[in-house]
């Protein structure tokens, strides 16, 4: 059974930008942290795979991985196991990230591992059939984010 989360959250996806890469992750990751105590927004972060021990290990706030690939242990040379990301202090990981669109049926294969090993699952969906296609594999968490908000500055929870 995967750990339970305050609900709603406010994940901040650190992408592969310099400023939250390596020590700066880190760093990132205890302002996050910082900001959730002072004001009770329940917060977590999703640093890059490289930094995902590290950052879990220096906060407290949940820590997602970025991705993990529909695959079981076994000869997948450069994939991502949920096995790895849960080892490394991940909480849950996200799934079906704009810039990682995936086949809804991987999106299925990843959830069911995810539920084995204990982690949350995050399905990110960009519109609302989307969502009721996500919502229908019964993840943890469905985020929402519509194309045409990302980097307009206008809030989802305002559109």
């Known amino acids: 059974m995967a750990e339970r989360i305050r609900v709603p959250i406010a994940i901040i996806n650190f992408k592969t930008y310099a400023e939250a890469t390596g020590k700066r992750a880190v760093e990132l990751a205890k302002k996050a942290e910082r900001v959730s105590n002072e ?3 329940s917060f977590g972060v999703a640093p890059q795979l490289a930094d995902l021990a590290s950052v879990a290990q220096a906060v407290k706030i949940p820590v997602f991985a970025q991705h993990v690939d ?5 000869g997948y040379t450069g994939h991502v196991l949920a096995e790895s ?18 086949k809804l049926s991987d999106i299925d ?5 995810t539920r084995e090993k204990g982690l949350l699952s995050v399905v990110c969906a960009n519109n609302p059939a989307a969502s009721r296609a996500a919502a229908a594999l019964k993840p943890d ?3 929402i984010e519509p194309p045409e908000l990302i980097g307009s500055g206008i809030a989802v929870s305002k559109a």
Do not use: D, Y
């Open 39 to 41: 004001t009770g927004v």
């Open 70 to 74: 529909p695959v079981r242990p076994g």
């Open 85 to 102: 990301v849960k080892e490394a202090g991940a909480k849950g990981t996200l799934i079906n990230h704009s810039e990682m669109q995936l």
């Open 109 to 113: 294969e990843i959830i069911n591992i």
């Open 141 to 143: 968490l469905i985020a």
